[in-house]
């Protein structure tokens, strides 16, 4: 496999404090990797799982960043270092994004130590034998299809990015600046990996994953081609629990019931949808915002939908207006109309049928960390419009993606 030549590291360090990026060579998980002297195969599932919880703290602040940067969320704090993605007007030296960790909404850090993570334990796998690991090929599987969805999110949410690697001595490869595109391929291939040797679960959820990446690349033939294979009922989430800060639903953190920290953009509050349920908080934040709290995500131990049948119907919605066949693209969109109490459409066009799609993206995943690369996907601007005055101090931007940070930057001698 890819693997055993070379796996993607992060140019990271996920270390404590102030000393963060000192060390790019020093590449761990603040809590879930243990020490190389643990790296053994006995061990393989521990560390594999160990992979899947970095991707879930990732995954959950990456929901809520891109929902402030959009407009499914509204920022009701006093946190100056936050207002940047309320705004849409994100810097290359913004330190919240680029080192914090997940818990206190970093997405930068965070995903490519999920990245490292699948592909550390990948580099392991590949070196050990079946007879050493009997279940190596399933857990190759499922690292492949967790390290796939780190490189989405990444590609998804930056306006460009960095992969460095291992050579196959594990020394390190710094990686230079490449585009989304560049991104997103390389998600196929590790959505492919786990394809070629995950059990049904993993299998639909790379499917998933790879159609999605598909059509981040505007390529919907191919993204057809995998999400028609996904079962309706088929459904993966990224979990959560109320054991620790790190295992909460990070949307539950920052609105809900408990939480002031956001509210909810009137755009979602004027839908009177089912699946966007909410509810008048009826009292203002410090900073004079109107609370409304979400009802979808109801306790910190609440899933939040990964990759699901539905997501795989949409996707064939998309791809059959991109490939010019509004009638099938309209019986997708008005099942999931009924859903909204919504009556049935009829597109006579690409235009219309697009919009009638978008719509029902952002009802149906609301707040599961879509509707980001949704706008750029489909050309669209979130409010409120740049150049609108914002009560913390500025104007807003038309920013929708994250600049790649200083702090790779600095520890990356492919960078002058």
Not at 119 to 125: H, K, M, Q, R
């Amino acid at each position: 496999m890819r693997h055993t030549a070379m796996v993607v590291l992060v140019g990271l360090v996920a270390a404590a404090g102030c000393d963060l990026f000192n060390n790019a060579l020093e590449v761990q998980s603040t809590s879930t990797i243990p020490a190389a002297g643990l790296e053994v195969p006995g061990n393989a599932g521990l560390l594999v799982n160990g992979a899947i919880g970095d991707f879930e703290c990732a995954a959950g602040a990456y929901a809520v960043m891109s929902g402030l940067i959009t407009d499914e969320l509204v920022d009701a704090t006093q946190t100056a270092d936050r207002y940047p993605y309320e705004l849409r007007t994100m810097l290359s030296s913004d330190r919240r994004y680029a080192v914090n960790d997940c818990v206190a909404l970093g997405v930068y850090t965070p995903l490519q130590t999920a990245r490292f993570s699948a592909a550390n334990v990948l580099s392991l796998l590949n070196g050990w034998t079946v007879a050493q690991v009997p279940a190596r090929d399933s857990l190759i599987a499922t690292a492949s299809a967790y390290e796939g969805y780190s490189l989405v999110l990444l590609g998804e949410g930056f306006c460009t990015m960095v992969v460095s690697g291992l050579d196959a001595n594990r020394q390190i490869v710094y990686g230079g600046e490449i585009s989304r595109d560049s991104v997103f391929k390389l998600a196929v291939v590790a959505f492919s990996d786990a394809i070629a040797g995950g059990n049904a679960d993993i299998v639909n959820m790379a499917r998933v994953g790879r159609a999605r990446a598909y059509l981040d690349l505007g390529q919907p033939a191919l993204a057809r081609a995998d999400a028609q294979l996904v079962p309706a009922a088929y459904l993966k989430v990224v979990s959560a629990s109320g054991i620790n800060s790190r295992r909460n639903n990070r949307v539950w953190q920052e609105n809900s019931a408990t939480s002031d920290n956001t509210s909810l953009d009137a755009v979602y509050r004027a839908m009177a949808d089912p699946r966007v349920p909410f509810a008048d908080k009826v009292k203002n934040s410090v900073t004079g915002i109107h609370l409304y709290r979400q009802l979808k995500d109801t306790s910190a131990g609440t899933s939040i939908r990964l990759a699901s049948g539905d997501e795989a119907r949409l996707i064939n919605a998309e791809a059959y207006i991109r490939m010019g066949t509004f009638g099938a693209a309209d019986s997708i969109i008005n099942s999931f109309r009924a859903r909204g109490g919504q009556g049935a459409i009829t597109s006579p066009d690409s235009a219309t049928a697009s919009d009638s799609l978008f719509d029902q993206r952002r009802r149906e995943l609301f707040l599961e960390g879509q509707h980001l690369f949704d706008l750029v996907r489909f050309g669209k601007t979130p409010g409120p419009a740049a150049g609108t005055p914002y009560a913390g101090g500025g104007v807003y931007g038309s920013q929708l993606c994250l600049p790649l940070p200083d702090v790779e930057k600095q520890n990356n001698p492919n960078f002058p």
